[in-house]
């Protein structure tokens, strides 16, 4: 009797990638004076994570400093470089932490340097303030970038050019970006999400940090309707139009007009759920644009004072004393880089 033919087994699916099929990819975290260290933390955690998860090494990431000296934190703790600046290129992906506040000049070397790394095809990428960086070394154009918020207008200022957003990070082709505070977390997570790590790891990343991965198309910040909770329609539409429109100051009236309601009603309506009058509330808001402009760019006082709706700068700064208990020159000239 012939033998019965056997069945042939059933192809097997290709195992997925385990830990030890995975290459060792290596970062690299440029340190520049007044850096964030909860932005450096929120990058270099989620590494120390992935390989923690995978039982092995994958991810390496080395402290980068422009000298061998201890780099000091805005926070005023100082963290020793691992290497510094151009020992080695040996890197798959380098992010410039980048400074708070950002100082104009001094980038010489950094430039040059993050040009070579562009011409050997290494990623790049600026957390915080670092896309700054990016942007003086001539790497971002015709790429979405993205910076803290606080900075955006500084960054415009100087490159009118660059794509600049205000989500929480950008990937680019080689360029990636973000805010800074705990943003790292949310675009590192992200970028262990591909090769060789995968969407899985990414989410063991995210429950080890306890926290979730937001989506990319997330605004760095919230809108004021999250800001401020059960507080009605209208009042929303009133604050809107106060952030709106800062150059240009409108009267309460004006404003009330707007809204179809009367004036009284506008002020009762600030009275009872913010406890201020709508013309305070008002000032406070211009107030604090301007002193977004006095920290954070170079404009001048003058110029800061008419974009904020002040007819004269002397008006200006008097109000500006009375809400910060000092001048915007003063506070200006107390910063790190004055």
């Known amino acids: 009797m012939a033998p019965t033919p056997s069945t042939p087994p059933t192809p097997l699916s290709p195992p997925s990638p385990g830990p ?6 290596r970062f690299g975290f440029l340190l520049l004076p007044n850096f964030s260290l909860i932005a450096l933390s929120s990058a270099v955690d989620p590494l120390r994570l992935a390989n923690m998860a995978l039982g092995r090494r994958v991810f390496d990431y080395v402290i980068l400093g422009v000298s061998a000296e201890p780099v000091l934190s805005s926070d005023g703790i100082r963290v020793l470089p691992d290497q510094v600046m151009g020992e080695s290129d040996r890197f798959d992906t380098v992010f410039v932490v980048g400074p708070n506040p950002i100082p104009k000049q001094g980038y010489a070397d950094i430039s040059r340097w993050l ?26 154009k015709g790429y979405r970038c993205t910076i803290h918020w606080e900075d955006r207008d500084t960054l415009l200022a100087e490159f009118p050019d660059l794509l600049v957003s205000n989500r929480l ?67 929303l539409e009133a604050l809107e139009i106060m952030e709106s429109n800062v150059e240009e100051p409108l009267s309460p009236g004006e404003i009330a007009d707007y809204l179809k309601i009367s004036r009284r ?15 305070k509330k008002y000032l406070e808001t211009r107030l604090a644009h301007a002193r977004r402009s006095v920290l954070r760019t170079n404009r001048r006082i003058e ?34 880089h004055a």
């Open 115 to 140: 040009r070579r790394l562009a011409a050997q095809g290494i990623v790049l990428g600026g957390i915080d303030t670092g896309c700054y960086v990016l942007a003086k070394a001539g790497l971002l």
């Open 265 to 279: 009603q506008l002020e009762r309506l600030f009275r009872d759920h913010l406890l201020t009058s709508p013309a």
């Open 169 to 235: 990070f950008e990937i680019d082709r080689d360029r990636y970006t973000c805010s800074g505070g705990v943003s790292p977390l949310d675009l590192m997570t992200f970028v262990l999400r591909r090769p060789p790590g995968n969407r899985e790891l990414a989410q063991q990343v995210s429950d080890l940090l306890v926290s979730y991965q937001r989506s990319p198309d997330e605004n760095q910040s919230l809108p004021l309707r999250y800001r401020y909770a059960n507080i009605p329609e209208v009042l």
């Open 303 to 336: 110029d800061i004072a008419a974009a904020c709706g002040f007819a004269s700068t002397a008006h200006f700064i008097a109000r500006y004393r009375a809400q910060y208990a000092n001048s915007p020159q003063a506070q200006r000239q107390a910063l790190p």
């Open 20 to 25: 030890a099929d995975l290459n060792l990819q």
